[in-house]
């Protein structure tokens, strides 16, 4: 069983930054890819960004291709997302997700196993 923590939201202002970060504990990172899904208030859940555990994959959405950068550090079992040029169409609440797998990383946000409460994050225009 895998336990995940998210934390770094907030409120910020249009072009601003914010850095996520989820805290995995209950088993090691090794084989398990992770990623970022973010939901707006009637709205679906919506994949944001993945990595596999050797970091070697990375996928993200392309609505934050070239804004958001994921990334892991596997001995803290702590994955990161780096948010910069927010816009508010980014706000939602952000969830931290993990899954068993080897290879590229699902976008399907019901092939992952594990699931953080999620962190709110606001832009304001």
């Known amino acids: 069983q895998v336990q995940l923590v998210e934390s770094g939201g907030g409120l910020v202002q249009a072009g601003g930054s914010l850095r996520l970060s989820c805290a995995a504990s209950?088993?090691?990172?090794?084989?398990?890819?992770m990623g970022w899904f973010r939901q707006a208030p009637g709205k679906e859940r919506e994949f944001v960004a993945a990595?596999?555990?050797?970091?070697?994959?990375?996928d993200y959405a392309d609505s934050v291709k070239g804004r958001f950068t994921i990334s892991r550090v596997n001995a803290k079992n702590t994955v990161y997302l780096q948010m910069n040029s927010l816009k508010p169409e980014d706000t939602a609440v952000y969830y931290c997700a993990a899954r068993a797998s080897l290879g590229r990383p699902p976008t399907a946000h019901g092939l992952y196993d594990y699931w953080g409460q999620g962190t709110q994050v606001t832009v304001s225009s």
């Open positions: 990595i596999n555990w050797s970091r070697s994959i990375t």
């Open positions: 209950g088993r090691t990172f090794n084989n398990l890819a």
